[in-house]
């Protein structure tokens, strides 16, 4: 192991707003550090925030935005293209509600819609080699996703298919991201067709095992399906490069369960809570992510149905500090350790005067 994990960080997007300090990303940068944050993570989005197409074509204005979150006492740990991800790929039903993740000028066109959010994705990949970045996060998007249960019969194929469709939208971005030396961490998410560990391996196999469709992990969203999520860091360990610290819980009784019956958040069995409000083990995931030498950020996503946001974030940050593991230098038992003495070792091993 040779690195310790960086934070704590959080993600901008759900605290953005018209009003001070939340409205300007010099205002922002400032409020975080102010409450103990070391990193940012910028949502491209939103316009009054980040100029994503000037970041891609300047590199003046990749280092003025860079010092002036230094001069706020906080670095930059990712860009986020979550929103225009998502309209990589999108099944027609979803079609007018994610028409609103894009520009009034490409409503009603899916196609226009799609190349836009294209033109994102890459302008994306440059900003953040402009900004000296070498992880982004996003979401893949889906056309299967309505098929999630299998009634009505799915006709073999269906879902082969729609992942060959989702691998060929995304091979050129991921090519234009290796290009530039940068990850896309796919954030796993129900209403993505990624969307847990299955889904994960079949998009990677699809796309040939590309070297920079990695992984956002992201706890939460596996607590609300009920996967194993200590266990899906030692299986995908080595794809994971970005990680949203954010809690949940997930309390079934005998009127619902994992679909919550249409249910408003805070009437759910799976539910989103601030940090430490929840069921997650953080003490294990953060264990785990310093047993596989995860040494890239660690950042507060915050969603909850019940607590203000401001306080979430004033806890989020201690929180997320007392749980990174400064990573040892050395073993605890080195006190008692020796010099290796091959005669000596087979002596122990009673081989003493043997021919090797």
Excluded at 16 to 23: L, S
Excluded at 106 to 135: F, I, T, Y
């Amino acid at each position: 192991m040779a690195g310790t994990i960086k934070g704590p960080a959080l993600f901008l997007a759900q605290f953005a707003g018209d009003t001070a300090p939340f409205d300007t990303l010099d205002n922002m940068a400032r409020w975080a550090a102010g409450l103990g944050y070391k990193g940012i993570q910028i949502p491209t989005f939103i316009g009054s925030l980040f100029d994503l197409e000037k970041a891609a074509t300047s590199q003046t204005y990749c280092d003025e935005v860079k010092g002036m979150c230094a001069d706020a006492g906080v670095e930059i740990t990712e860009l986020s293209t979550h929103l225009q991800g998502q309209l990589v790929a999108v099944h027609p039903a979803y079609d007018l509600q994610f028409d609103a993740f894009a520009p009034e000028a490409v409503h009603g066109n899916p196609k226009a819609r799609q190349e836009w959010a294209v033109s994102q994705m890459l302008m994306a990949a440059k900003a953040s080699r402009n900004l000296g970045l070498d992880v982004s996060v996003s979401f893949t998007g889906a056309l299967a996703f309505p098929y999630l249960y299998p009634w009505p019969q799915r006709p073999p194929g269906l879902i082969e298919e729609a992942f060959r469709e989702l691998a060929r939208r995304w091979k050129p971005i991921l090519d234009a991201y290796e290009q530039q030396g940068v990850d896309i961490g796919y954030e796993i998410h129900p209403g993505e067709d990624v969307f847990d560990g299955a889904t994960f391996e079949r998009f990677l196999e699809e796309l040939g095992g590309h070297p920079r469709c990695t992984i956002n992990y992201d706890p939460s969203h596996f607590v609300l399906q009920q996967l194993d999520y200590l266990a899906f860091i030692d299986i995908y360990h080595e794809r994971i490069s970005a990680f949203h610290v954010k809690d949940a819980e997930f309390n079934p009784d005998g009127r619902q369960g994992v679909y919550s019956g249409y249910l408003p958040w805070t009437e759910r069995a799976g539910r989103f809570r601030s940090l430490g409000d929840g069921q997650v083990d953080f003490a294990g995931i953060f264990s785990k992510l310093a047993q596989y030498d995860y040494t890239s950020w660690a950042v507060l996503e915050w969603e909850c149905c019940l607590k203000h946001p401001e306080q979430g974030a004033a806890e989020g940050a201690p929180f997320i500090r007392d749980h990174i593991i400064r990573v040892t230098e050395k073993a605890f038992d080195d006190f008692a350790g020796g010099e290796t003495d091959t005669d000596a070792i087979r002596t122990m091993l009673g081989l003493a005067g043997e021919g090797r």
